[in-house]
């Protein structure tokens, strides 16, 4: 543990990932204390205020205050990026665990079934399936998460494959150990390191592609104080009011540079050829 925390902290790049991650996730968990303003109610009195001591990060086209919605926005985008990669990892793990380990006509039809989604762009089958189930924050998370599980599929089975005909696999085999006690015992605890760093990379990822597809309408509907939504509604008020859309498209900037920091600085922590 302590060889871990001093190679994090002897990266300034990891480090800076981890800052923002935790500002991110101190800010999803204390909103109610932190945001000055309710992320919903309407004054429009105060519609389009420039930013000032009031109103942090101004107002909106209705006089709701941009900061405290971005600080609850908080609370949707990574309620998002952690549902579908929690959703879409242990698919796409237990599948590719079992294409490499079993092999043959499994590990043919289980392949061929994940080609199939990775010959469609994520996005573009995230939209349709977002856009035949409806707009929601629900269904975007659904979308998602359908089209992410192919990659952790990959991984993992390569994974498994090189480590399949190790000695301690072979030695449980002469023990009698089950193919599914070998499997979930042995095959994938020591083959999801990688799938579990791109997992770390995958969240910022996620919140981006959930931000795009809200910014299209397909994601969270008014007057959720998600990012791309605030980022959609400030289209017509762009040239009056600057920092409608600036403020929310910093906040999704730094979040998915946040996790890529940091996930990358993992993958150089605990990957074995990086040390």
């Given at each position: 543990?302590?060889?871990?925390?001093?190679?994090?902290?002897?990266?300034?790049?990891?480090?800076?990932?981890?800052?923002?991650?935790?500002?991110?996730?101190?800010?999803?968990?204390?909103?109610?204390?932190?945001?000055?303003?309710?992320?919903?109610?309407?004054?429009?009195?105060?519609?389009?205020?420039?930013?000032?001591?009031?109103?942090?990060?101004?107002?909106?086209?209705?006089?709701?205050?941009?900061?405290?919605?971005?600080?609850?926005?908080?609370?949707?985008?990574?309620?998002?990026?952690?549902?579908?990669?929690?959703?879409?990892?242990?698919?796409?793990?237990?599948?590719?665990?079992?294409?490499?380990?079993?092999?043959?006509?499994?590990?043919?039809?289980?392949?061929?079934?994940?080609?199939?989604?990775?010959?469609?762009?994520?996005?573009?089958?995230?939209?349709?399936?977002?856009?035949?189930?409806?707009?929601?924050?629900?269904?975007v998370m659904l979308a998602l998460a359908a089209t992410w599980w192919p990659w952790y599929t990959r991984?993992?089975?390569?994974?498994?494959?090189?480590?399949?005909?190790?000695?301690?696999?072979?030695?449980?085999?002469?023990?009698?150990?089950?193919?599914?006690?070998?499997?979930?015992?042995?095959?994938?605890?020591?083959?999801?390191?990688?799938?579990?760093?791109?997992?770390?990379?995958?969240?910022?990822?996620?919140?981006?592609?959930?931000?795009?597809?809200?910014?299209?309408?397909?994601?969270?509907?008014?007057?959720?104080?998600?990012?791309?939504?605030?980022?959609?509604?400030?289209?017509?008020?762009?040239?009056?009011?600057?920092?409608?859309?600036?403020?929310p498209g910093l906040a999704i900037l730094l979040t998915v540079l946040g996790f890529n920091l940091l996930g990358d600085?993992?993958?150089?922590?605990?990957?074995?050829?990086?040390?």
């Amino acid at each position: 543990m302590v060889e871990l925390a001093r190679r994090i902290f002897s990266s300034p790049l990891t480090v800076l990932g981890l800052f923002i991650v935790l500002v991110i996730v101190i800010s999803a968990a204390f909103a109610p204390l932190i945001a000055t303003h309710s992320p919903t109610e309407v004054d429009l009195l105060s519609k389009l205020e420039a930013p000032s001591a009031e109103h942090y990060f101004g107002t909106d086209e209705v006089g709701r205050d941009i900061f405290s919605r971005i600080i609850y926005g908080t609370r949707i985008s990574l309620r998002i990026g952690l549902l579908v990669v929690l959703i879409a990892f242990p698919i796409g793990t237990i599948l590719g665990a079992i294409a490499g380990y079993a092999g043959g006509r499994i590990d043919q039809v289980i392949m061929r079934i994940t080609d199939v989604f990775l010959s469609f762009p994520g996005i573009i089958l995230a939209m349709s399936i977002a856009a035949a189930l409806g707009p929601s924050i629900e269904n975007v998370m659904l979308a998602l998460a359908a089209t992410w599980w192919p990659w952790y599929t990959r991984i993992v089975r390569s994974s498994v494959l090189s480590i399949k005909h190790s000695e301690f696999i072979e030695a449980s085999r002469a023990l009698g150990a089950n193919p599914f006690r070998i499997l979930f015992k042995e095959v994938i605890p020591n083959s999801i390191a990688p799938a579990t760093i791109q997992a770390s990379l995958d969240l910022g990822f996620v919140i981006l592609s959930a931000a795009g597809l809200s910014f299209i309408g397909l994601g969270a509907q008014p007057p959720s104080p998600e990012w791309g939504a605030m980022l959609s509604n400030s289209r017509e008020i762009l040239r009056e009011a600057w920092w409608a859309a600036t403020f929310p498209g910093l906040a999704i900037l730094l979040t998915v540079l946040g996790f890529n920091l940091l996930g990358d600085g993992l993958n150089d922590i605990l990957d074995p050829k990086q040390r």
